[in-house]
């Protein structure tokens, strides 16, 4: 299984909505999942989108889509991945935009993203999925 | 662990599995996807979010045309570093 669909922090706080734009993602998930392939989240992205909102369920909700059996895989930031982190977020801030880039560069997946402007100097445009 | 169970299949896909070099670990791995792939639905529709097969094929032509421009802008650029 490869990992062919990230999911930045603009993608998990629309998860956590709950609204027509959750749906969309959740169909992008199930296509994915079909194909025999994976959706991951990078951890600073889930940490943000987890800020973002005080919503005790809607937390929840966010814990559980990257838990061990939620629909999508938890990216760790380790520490082999710092420095290439570091490096890109002189140019993509806040943080996690640089490990939502990072993920993408490492597994080759496409970045899933409502924010395409944010990322364009440092992905190709084609590896970028407008949500 | 592994169960031995038989199964029906219509003809035209016996005769594939006929052609498949393991068939148990073909069909082992298609099962796998679609319980994944219906994991997910389950798990949206509990929130209230109803993924239909007319969502699924929206979704699916376009993560099909995004993995194209995806691996022409690969190609082109692999060429144009050549």
Known sequence: M???LILDTSALTAYIAGDTRALHIGELIAIVHEGGNNVAAPALCVLAAHQATTDTEQRR???DFVADAGDVLLLP???DDVPDVAELSDTLHPDQRAHAAHAAITYGALLATYDRAHYTRELPADDILDL | MTR???ISLPDDLAEH???VENASAYIAEALRRRRNADRVR???AARGLIITDEGMARAREKLRAAEERQR???KA???GSA
């Open chain 1, 61 to 63: 909700e966010l814990l």
């Open chain 2, 17 to 19: 599995l006929d052609n």
């Open chain 2, 72 to 74: 022409q802008g690969r």
């Open chain 2, 77 to 79: 650029r692999a060429e």
């Open chain 2, 4 to 6: 031995k169970i038989s």
């Open chain 1, 2 to 4: 490869s990992i062919r």
């Open chain 1, 77 to 79: 930031l380790l520490a």
């Open chain 2, 42 to 44: 389950e798990h949206f």
